[in-house]
């Protein structure tokens, strides 16, 4: 059992910049990691992953080259670099943990979850 909690979301003007954070009570470093998204009235939908030992990363093609996934395993925490952020980010962003190695976009295959951090792009 690992617990995830997301941090850092909040409203950001579009073309801005926000930095969501994932601390894992789990300090073994064991967990492939992953970002995801779901906007009101809309499915849970891939945005990021990073695999258990941080050589592979993996991004929608929605947000690919504007987030950066990454983590830190003295801190326990994976981090997602939002840039040049848009209206269409608007979501609610959870972290999810997965014991196998492979970093798939299917949210069924995560096997933790956190209660997700609110970000919303507007003017």
């Known amino acids: 059992q690992v617990q995830l909690v997301e941090s850092g979301g909040g409203l950001v003007q579009p073309g801005g910049s926000l930095k969501l954070s994932c601390a894992a009570s789990?300090?073994?470093?064991?967990?492939?990691m992953g970002w995801f998204r779901q906007a009101l009235g809309k499915d849970r939908e891939f945005v990021a992953a990073?695999?258990?030992?941080?050589?592979?990363?993996a991004a929608s093609e929605a947000v690919k080259g504007r987030f950066t996934i990454s983590r830190d395993y003295g801190k326990n925490t994976v981090y997602l670099q939002m840039n040049s952020l848009k209206v269409e980010d608007t979501a609610v962003y959870y972290c999810?943990?997965?014991?196998?190695?492979?970093?798939?976009?299917?949210?069924?295959?995560?096997?933790?979850w956190g209660q997700g951090t609110q970000v919303t792009v507007s003017s």
């Open positions: 999810a943990a997965r014991v196998r190695e492979q970093i798939p976009s299917v949210a069924s295959l995560y096997n933790y």
């Open positions: 990073i695999t258990r030992d941080g050589g592979k990363t």
């Open positions: 789990d300090t073994s470093g064991r967990f492939a």
